[in-house]
């Protein structure tokens, strides 16, 4: 089994009005390569009449986004012409690659009438070879991940990226990177083989866990050493919800600077330049 190194807690970092806990990073942990940021924003309930998400266009360079919409919605536009809406379970993946501009806002819907929001954005490395690869954007609603009962229906894994129980995800990375979304009734257990070489980017949404034989709590990231390759959870409370991914390690230097990541501070200046020059394309609104 897997050791623990650490558990790290999410610490409160609103903005504007949106309720928002930094996972990563924190004071106590930089990242886990190739995983760099995770923000949680919510749960909260937006009255009507709301400004929604404040997340105006802006720019990417050198990574991708990965955003899981437990409540609420997110409306996303880029200047690479793409356009959705993507509901409650549903899930956003972006590949900034060379550079791109976007933005995250609630829909139309969202601000008129309100309601419970919880969303989190996982930010995803790409190596030397695949930071300028061409922007992408998939969107894709609940009815189309996956879904994996075990345990009797006691845990759900929903299958973003990677293969989980048999079962391929909705999303074919361009890294070899395994993402899903877990949901547990209480007693529920699950047990899975990870290489030991691989990092296990392991946050507790909601409830609690023991965790190979380590209790957790909601908005806590587990820290695993690389000596094993045995992942147990199990659930302490009904209606935990665990997000789960693992990936091989890149092993390169990490440069960023605001929406840029990087392997050298000439590529941070180059993309700045280069966003100031107007090569992440157009922004229409």
């Known amino acids: 089994m897997r050791t623990i190194k650490a558990l790290h ?15 990563l990073p924190t004071s106590s942990v930089g990242h886990l390569d190739p995983f760099l940021f995770l923000n ?14 404040p997340f105006g266009p802006h720019p990417h360079r050198g990574f991708e986004t990965v955003t899981f919409i437990l409540a609420g919605d997110i409306m996303h536009q880029d200047s690479g012409g793409h356009q959705s809406v993507i509901e409650a379970g549903g ?6 690659g060379r550079g791109l501009i976007h933005s995250e ?43 994996v009962a075990l345990d009797e229906g006691r845990v759900t894994i ?17 890294t ?3 993402l899903a979304t877990i949901n547990f009734h209480q007693g529920g257990r699950l047990n899975l083989t990870i290489p030991a070489e691989r990092t296990i980017f392991c946050y507790l949404i909601r409830g609690r866990l023991r965790i190979n034989g380590q209790e ?34 890149f092993n390169e230097p990490i440069v960023s600077y605001g929406p840029f990541v990087m392997n050298s501070e000439a590529e941070i200046r180059q993309s700045y330049a280069d966003y ?4 992440f394309g157009t922004w229409q609104e």
């Open 9 to 23: 807690q999410a610490q409160n970092a609103p903005i504007a009005d949106l309720t928002t806990y930094r996972a």
């Open 40 to 53: 949680h924003h919510g749960p909260q309930v937006y009255p009507a009449h709301n400004q929604g998400l």
């Open 91 to 96: 899930i956003q993946w972006m590949t900034a």
């Open 105 to 147: 806002i609630s829909s139309d819907e969202f601000k008129r009438a309100g309601g419970p929001l919880e969303i989190l954005q996982l930010w995803v490395n790409l190596p030397a070879r695949l930071k300028m690869t061409e922007p992408n954007y998939i969107g894709i609603q609940e009815a189309d991940i996956p879904a």
């Open 158 to 174: 929903h299958a973003v990226s990677g293969e989980w129980g048999g079962t391929v995800g909705a999303v074919r990375p361009l």
């Open 176 to 178: 070899d990177m395994s």
């Open 216 to 249: 957790t709590r909601m908005r806590r990231l587990v820290e695993f050493n690389a000596d094993g390759d045995e992942f147990q959870a199990e659930a302490l409370t009904n209606d935990a919800v665990l997000l789960l991914g693992h990936a091989t390690p």
């Open 276 to 279: 100031q020059a107007g090569k």
